[in-house]
């Protein structure tokens, strides 16, 4: 059960109890299996770690244990059970249940053009909040007034609540209902946040794009809510990079298409290209095919969090026309005639 050798010493049980224990307490463990499993192996360190029981586990195995003793038994010489066992071992559940509180994210969205993130951009956001209430710092007394040590917890912060699961139990610490785990009560509630410590406010969060950036999720810790005695949440700013009318964007390179006429297709010459800056002016060979490629260098976004920026490609897309008059159809077919 514990995963020891039968010459296991006692330190060895101890340690492989302790691991698996912190593994399948009920606590931390919520799967179905848990609760039994934990009374298993708590059994097994039970009987391992009394040398009288575990002389006659030596000698009998499971069943020279069980003729013995009831299940009672098996813990009765531990004194209270599984529980006393943690006791013991862990010295309470206090630093395993309890933990800092702490505040709630806050999603943020923020919208941006691919032209705004060609630099680093300073953003401010308006994020309305639990804040520290400014009467009272954030204590919940009334300006002049302090806090006692709570009367039900003995300013511990939290009280135990005993489970009983079969012949197991299992003793739980609960967070104090008369102080909500902070140990201490408040002689005369700040009149501002009645007490709470906190209230709704607006809070500016401000930071940096960094340039490049792409849509997703980005943390900006300690800028959530508030929570008394606790840790500020995170501010999540969801970043989305608005779709460009000219350009898709692939990582940090630009696809554009260029629509040019079938005839400076045919004739090539100097062509404006749009960017995410302004245009520039690229060259195209005559007899230039449709959808061929063009690449210009370093003319696509920053690369985030590196050096140097991707591409442009213009694809060149050329324009049959759709519709002609009696005399550009004319000429086309001289055109044809001269090139059979
Ligand atoms: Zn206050
Ligand atoms: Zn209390």
Redesign the pocket.
Same mark, same amino acid.
């Given at each position: 059960m514990l995963g020891v050798s039968r010459d296991a010493g006692a330190d060895e049980i101890k340690s492989q109890y302790r691991k698996l224990a912190l593994k399948f307490h009920p606590d931390r463990n919520k799967s179905d299996e848990a609760p039994e499993h934990f009374k298993e192996i708590s059994e097994a360190y039970a009987v391992l770690s009394d040398t009288q029981k575990r002389q006659l586990y030596d000698q009998g195995g499971h069943a020279g244990i069980s003729g013995q003793y009831s299940q009672e038994d098996i813990f009765g010489g531990m004194g209270g059970g599984i529980n006393d066992i943690f006791q013991n071992i862990f010295g309470g559940m206090g630093g395993m249940g309890g933990g800092v509180q702490r505040g709630a994210d806050i999603i943020q969205e923020v919208t941006v053009s691919l032209e705004d993130i060609l630099q680093d951009k300073e953003v401010s956001l308006n994020v309305t909040k639990d804040v520290a209430c400014e009467s009272c710092g954030g204590s919940g007394c009334s300006p002049g007034t302090s806090k006692r040590t /709570? *009367? @039900? /917890? +003995? $300013?511990? +912060?939290q #009280?135990q609540k005993t489970r009983r699961m079969g012949f197991a139990s299992f003793v739980t610490a609960e967070t /104090? @209902?008369? /102080? @909500? $785990? #902070? *140990?201490a #009560?408040i002689q005369k509630p700040c009149r501002n946040c009645r007490g709470e410590g906190i209230r709704r406010g607006v809070a500016t969060a401000t930071f940096m794009l960094p340039k490049g950036i792409d849509t997703g999720n980005y943390r900006i810790e300690g800028q959530g809510n508030t929570v008394p005695h606790g840790m500020s949440g995170d501010l999540i700013v969801s970043v989305k990079v608005r779709p460009h009318p000219q350009f898709r964007r692939d990582g940090a390179d630009l696809y554009h298409d260029r629509h040019i006429t079938m005839v400076d297709a045919a004739l090539g010459g100097k062509f404006q290209v749009s960017t995410l800056e302004g245009t520039e002016t690229i060259k195209i060979d005559a007899g230039c095919q449709s959808s061929t490629i063009i690449k210009m260098g370093g003319k696509g976004l920053p690369r985030m969090g590196s050096w140097g920026r991707g591409d442009l490609y213009a694809r060149i897309v050329v324009d049959i026309p759709k519709k002609m008059n009696r005399r550009q159809k004319e000429l086309l077919r001289e055109f044809q005639a001269e090139s059979n």
């Open positions: /709570c *009367g @039900r /917890c +003995g $300013g511990r +912060g #009280t /104090c @209902r008369n /102080c @909500r $785990g #902070t *140990g #009560t």
